[in-house]
């Protein structure tokens, strides 16, 4: 039998670390960032050398390279949300949002990945209503998520409920990350699962931290408990609170990158047109994908939907309606960018009955930030 536990509180900025413990704790994330970015490319690389030997490579060699380098890619990522939440730059807006009905949205947005993986979600999701920043929520529950991902074998349960004492919310995930088969009945216990501290639970850790959520995690008998406490958890005594106490205000410097992490991909049959695209929102932090046709993006989102989709107006046709009716039929409120042809006029979706976003090709530099952050959180 393994046992651990490990508890938190809400931590300080580590921006400069104020103790040796510190100091320990972001040397074994530089390295544990080091590990993520170099084994997958090191694999790849391997491919690589493969494929110019012998000017061969089949399908699921390629489906593994790309594998290799979208994991490189992820790490990467994780690690430049790290630096941005220890650079204590973080703006944060406050707002009453309801934790049960936010986390189903998510389980709801990734369900086809959960399904491709062959894992079942099991959520039981009591009414509390809690007091934090929009899209570090977002940004957290998608990390639980993540990280469970990773770990459980067949299915992840979900609970979000009340604590009597002191009344805060509560979100708990439940997974079996190791088969039952593989546990020890007696003699030593095995070693401690240090896979679980990957990458993504740093991330997990240090959202919570910046969010000032007290988190455990527990670990026996292969099953892994991860807790999350809400200490501002609404109640209706707290109607009077004023809505400066609630939202301080979002600055937008993009220093706050406040839908960093989100995923968008790019639909344009002209290479020029995905790179003018994806250079005109990669200061965002977001993660990018780039394909060339309709059909491509249909196969795409058959594995796991991104957060959003900018299309080329060119490529309008019944292929995108009935891309877009497949994703509506399940997320009614998805976020469509639709590239138009010439001018410098731009559109949020929901104006002047338009079905999905538009910027003009001359104003992508200048528009298509603005009108994807409004799509993006207009979807939370």
């Given at each position: ?11 300080p ?19 544990t ?13 391997e ?25 490189a ?19 944060q ?96 216990p ?116 991104p ?25 009614p ?48």
């Amino acid at each position: 039998m393994d046992m651990s536990e490990i508890k938190y509180g809400a931590a300080p900025s580590p921006a400069a670390p104020a103790d040796a413990a510190d100091a320990d704790r972001w040397r074994d994330l530089v390295g544990t960032v080091g590990a993520e970015v170099a084994e997958p490319l090191t694999a790849a690389l391997e491919r690589v050398h493969a494929l110019t030997a012998n000017g061969r490579i089949d399908k699921a060699g390629l489906r593994a390279l790309r594998d290799e380098i979208e994991s490189a890619r992820r790490a990467a990522m994780i690690a430049q949300q790290l630096t941005r939440f220890a650079s204590a730059r973080l703006r944060q807006s406050h707002e009453r949002l309801p934790l049960g009905e936010t986390l189903k949205a998510v389980l709801a947005h990734r369900a086809r990945e959960t399904h491709a993986r062959g894992i079942m979600l099991e959520p039981i999701l009591k009414p509390a209503d809690v007091i934090v920043d929009a899209s570090l929520l977002f940004s957290l529950l998608n990390t639980v998520l993540d990280w469970a991902l990773i770990h459980a074998g067949s299915q992840i349960a979900f609970t979000v409920d009340l604590k009597d004492w002191p009344a805060h919310a509560r979100l708990v995930c439940r997974f079996a990350h190791r088969p039952l088969d593989e546990l020890d009945d007696g003699g030593a216990p095995p070693a401690p699962p240090t896979s679980l501290d990957s990458l993504v639970w740093r991330l997990l850790e240090q959202t919570a931290w910046t969010m000032g959520l007290p988190l455990a995690r527990t670990v026996k008998d292969g099953e892994a408990v991860l807790t999350l406490e809400f200490p501002r958890t609404a109640h209706d005594e707290m109607e009077g609170v004023s809505t400066i106490e609630l939202d301080r205000g979002f600055g937008p410097s993009g220093n706050s990158r406040p839908l960093a992490g989100s995923h968008v991909l790019v639909v344009a049959s002209r290479r020029e047109m995905r790179v003018r695209v994806r250079d005109a929102i990669r200061h965002m932090g977001l993660v990018i994908d780039l394909v060339s046709s309709v059909d491509e993006a249909a196969a795409f989102c058959r594995e796991g939907l991104p957060h959003a989709i900018i299309v080329e107006a060119v490529l309008h046709g019944e292929a995108l309606r009935k891309l877009r009716a497949e994703i509506g039929a399940e997320l009614p409120e998805f976020p469509f960018i639709e590239i138009i042809e010439e001018g410098t006029s731009f559109a949020m979706s929901g104006f002047g009955n338009a079905a999905m976003g538009h910027v003009g090709r001359d104003a992508i530099e200048s528009a298509l930030p603005s009108v994807l952050m409004f799509e993006l959180s207009r979807s939370l």
